[in-house]
């Protein structure tokens, strides 16, 4: 590159200001981070690393090497002061709820690591622009909970993701099993009001029945959302299924033998059909895509999506009134080289180019 990115890139205009400029420390590291970026710079060193805890600049490009360095989603900056922040990546290591191989825990370490291939593009792949040049984003790093009282983890999620989306920004959520999905929706459900409407991918329906109220479980969190008023299924889609439930709840299925029939396009006009522009959380559980596309995760099925069909409906969403986000389920010790946790980074990069495509934010 002969020309600095930076140098090309146009200012930030409307989508917030600089925390930075403000005065206040970006977090606690802050005086201590940024002494330590100007003194790299000052020192004339050409490699860059660490820009996640030395960049200042939210809507500055990293130009750390891919292989190095602290590994923040797509290397934005960590930081845990939401003030003028647009959205927020925060990892959800929980995986208990799981019903067959866990690992999902170290789902959000692995879609970091994955992701900072894709950290130097200056377009995500399939649209005209990144949203790093439209929105403040930050990863705020992992969701805190105690792993030694599983009863208040559920709670514990639904509070911390208040505490980020009632101060403003999107949540796009790495988890962890599917379990993680119920808390956001709640803290969600109190953020935008009730009933939410939600695109979700999956090979699982997520709706069968709960024995008990509070259970804990992966596979029965659209069955509570539903029942609780949370969602409402006639303004919600169900992508890419593959296993039998016989009680639809009244969810619309768009199943993997539909998707592979009809192709992503009609994906997108039935989708855009039924959600309409209600406010819509999108959950995408990694096993939506065929086991040879997202082979690292719990409860794999063969006959789904490709990574390019999700991609193109993805894509075919935008405009739509994505309130936030989640990609769960990948599962890295029986991921092969990289390939589900690299197809989870690549959805959630999608997924802020759709949050920075609904049109509720312009509006609010
Ligand atoms: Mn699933």
Redesign the pocket.
């Given at each position: 590159m002969s020309e600095s990115p930076k140098e090309m890139r146009e200012s930030p205009q409307e989508s917030g200001k600089n925390p930075n400029e403000s005065g206040k420390n970006p977090n606690e590291l802050g005086d201590n981070a940024k002494e330590l970026g100007e003194n790299a710079k000052e020192s004339g060193e050409e490699a860059s690393v660490d820009s996640a805890i030395t960049e200042t600049d939210l809507h500055s490009f990293s130009e750390d090497v891919t292989y190095a360095g602290v590994t923040s989603f797509i290397k934005r900056p960590y930081r845990k002061d939401l003030e003028g922040i647009d959205a927020v990546i925060l990892g959800v290591p929980f995986d208990t709820a799981t019903t067959n191989r866990p690992g999902a825990r170290f789902g959000p370490r692995s879609i970091r690591a994955a992701s900072s291939l894709l950290s130097y593009e200056e377009h995500v792949y399939g649209w005209d622009f990144h949203p790093i040049t439209e929105m403040a984003i930050v990863d705020h790093g992992d969701l805190p909970f105690d792993f030694s009282r599983p009863a208040g983890v559920p709670a514990a999620i639904e509070a911390y993701a208040k505490k980020i989306i009632n101060a403003g920004p999107m949540l796009l959520a790495l988890g962890g099993d599917?379990f993680i999905s119920y808390p956001l929706l709640k803290a969600h459900a109190e953020r935008h009001g009730t009933p939410l409407s939600i695109i979700h991918f999956?090979?699982?329906s997520?709706t069968w029945e709960d024995k008990n109220d509070d259970g804990v479980n992966h596979g029965t969190m659209f069955w509570h959302a539903a029942r609780e008023g949370l969602v409402d299924p006639a303004t919600s889609v169900q992508i890419g299924l593959r296993t039998t439930n016989l009680d639809t709840m009244g969810f619309n299925i768009l199943d993997a033998p539909w998707v592979h029939r009809h192709g992503p396009d009609a994906v997108i006009a039935e989708t855009r059909r039924i959600v309409g522009d209600k406010k819509a959380y999108l959950t995408f559980?990694i096993?939506?895509l065929d086991p040879s596309y997202a082979p690292g995760t719990g409860?794999p099925s063969p006959g789904g999506l490709t990574t390019h069909q999700a991609f193109q409906i993805l894509q075919g969403l935008s405009g739509l009134n994505i309130i936030g986000a989640d990609v769960v389920?990948v599962s890295p010790p029986y991921d092969v080289a990289e390939i589900t946790a690299l197809a989870a980074a690549q959805l959630a990069t999608n997924f802020l180019c759709l949050f920075a495509r609904a049109p509720w934010r312009s509006a609010k």
């Amino acid at each position: 590159m002969s020309e600095s990115p930076k140098e090309m890139r146009e200012s930030p205009q409307e989508s917030g200001k600089n925390p930075n400029e403000s005065g206040k420390n970006p977090n606690e590291l802050g005086d201590n981070a940024k002494e330590l970026g100007e003194n790299a710079k000052e020192s004339g060193e050409e490699a860059s690393v660490d820009s996640a805890i030395t960049e200042t600049d939210l809507h500055s490009f990293s130009e750390d090497v891919t292989y190095a360095g602290v590994t923040s989603f797509i290397k934005r900056p960590y930081r845990k002061d939401l003030e003028g922040i647009d959205a927020v990546i925060l990892g959800v290591p929980f995986d208990t709820a799981t019903t067959n191989r866990p690992g999902a825990r170290f789902g959000p370490r692995s879609i970091r690591a994955a992701s900072s291939l894709l950290s130097y593009e200056e377009h995500v792949y399939g649209w005209d622009f990144h949203p790093i040049t439209e929105m403040a984003i930050v990863d705020h790093g992992d969701l805190p909970f105690d792993f030694s009282r599983p009863a208040g983890v559920p709670a514990a999620i639904e509070a911390y993701a208040k505490k980020i989306i009632n101060a403003g920004p999107m949540l796009l959520a790495l988890g962890g099993d599917h379990f993680i999905s119920y808390p956001l929706l709640k803290a969600h459900a109190e953020r935008h009001g009730t009933p939410l409407s939600i695109i979700h991918f999956d090979a699982h329906s997520d709706t069968w029945e709960d024995k008990n109220d509070d259970g804990v479980n992966h596979g029965t969190m659209f069955w509570h959302a539903a029942r609780e008023g949370l969602v409402d299924p006639a303004t919600s889609v169900q992508i890419g299924l593959r296993t039998t439930n016989l009680d639809t709840m009244g969810f619309n299925i768009l199943d993997a033998p539909w998707v592979h029939r009809h192709g992503p396009d009609a994906v997108i006009a039935e989708t855009r059909r039924i959600v309409g522009d209600k406010k819509a959380y999108l959950t995408f559980d990694i096993d939506c895509l065929d086991p040879s596309y997202a082979p690292g995760t719990g409860t794999p099925s063969p006959g789904g999506l490709t990574t390019h069909q999700a991609f193109q409906i993805l894509q075919g969403l935008s405009g739509l009134n994505i309130i936030g986000a989640d990609v769960v389920e990948v599962s890295p010790p029986y991921d092969v080289a990289e390939i589900t946790a690299l197809a989870a980074a690549q959805l959630a990069t999608n997924f802020l180019c759709l949050f920075a495509r609904a049109p509720w934010r312009s509006a609010k």
